[in-house]
């Protein structure tokens, strides 16, 4: 069974400050996908990681795929309050057609 | 160029009632899963239809089922409600690219579902 553990599941720092959420699995995906979503709203895409090792940066946000594709990290530089909110990791197989999402991390900046 | 519309955006049952949820999908999209969230967690993946068949089944019972019409809309039915069920029921569209790692999905706003 194929599992997404995300970390932490729930942090509330300052504005300004910087943070990482992790997602770890033991299963190798064929790419992984990070959702935001906001209270009473469905999960928005951020950003798709394909390649091992990819990096890829939306302004403030940078993302990263493991080399071995077995897990991703969200590094948010500088967090303002916008940025809170319900963080997804979902990791895709090829021979699947779901997804296996993370449990979340709840994300909340203080002004 | 609408996204993904779903209705009712909130309703209120009781244990061994039935509910059927409705979504449109984006314009071009004709794959459409729907899954459950349960507060301060992740979707779970319920099923997913794709021609007007149920192309693959998460783990839920079969009071869980669902239908999709020629025009791609779809719907999903709960049968015989428990606590449990109590949920935000998420609809998401794609484009058929084969498989979940292709596509883009484009989620509803869901459907609030409380369970008394």
């Known amino acids: 069974t194929q599992l997404l553990e995300q970390s932490p599941q729930f942090l509330s720092i300052q504005e300004g400050e910087n943070l990482t959420v992790y997602c770890n699995s033991s299963?190798?995906?064929?790419?992984l996908q990070w959702y935001r979503q906001e209270p009473g709203e469905g999960p928005v895409l951020l950003v798709t990681?394909?390649?091992g090792g990819e990096v890829k940066k939306l302004k403030r946000l940078t993302f990263q795929f493991g080399d071995a594709r077995k897990d991703s990290s969200l590094h948010i530089t500088a967090a303002q309050p916008g940025d809170t909110g319900l963080y997804l990791c979902?990791?895709?197989?090829?021979?699947?057609?779901?997804?296996?999402w993370g449990a979340g991390t709840k994300l909340i900046i203080k002004p | 160029d609408a996204g993904v519309t779903q209705s009712p955006t909130h309703l209120i049952k009781t244990r061994g009632q039935q509910v059927t949820l409705r979504c449109s999908p984006k314009?071009?999209?004709?794959?459409v899963s729907w899954y459950q969230q349960a507060l301060g967690q992740g979707p779970q993946f319920i099923f997913q239809?794709?021609?007007?068949?149920?192309?693959q089944r998460g783990n839920f019972p079969d009071r869980f089922s669902g239908h999709q019409f020629p025009n791609y809309s779809s719907e999903l039915n709960v049968n015989a409600l428990l606590l449990g069920d109590s949920a935000l029921y998420l609809c998401?569209?794609?484009?058929?690219?084969?498989?979940?790692?292709?596509?883009?999905?484009?989620f509803g706003a869901g459907s609030r579902l409380t369970v008394l």
């Open positions: 314009s071009g999209h004709d794959t």
């Open positions: 990681v394909v390649t």
């Open positions: 239809y794709y021609e007007e068949e149920e192309r």
């Open positions: 299963s190798v995906f064929s790419s």
């Open positions: 998401a569209s794609s484009p058929d690219g084969g498989y979940s790692g292709a596509n883009v999905l484009t």
């Open positions: 979902a990791g895709a197989d090829d021979s699947n057609y779901q997804l296996i």
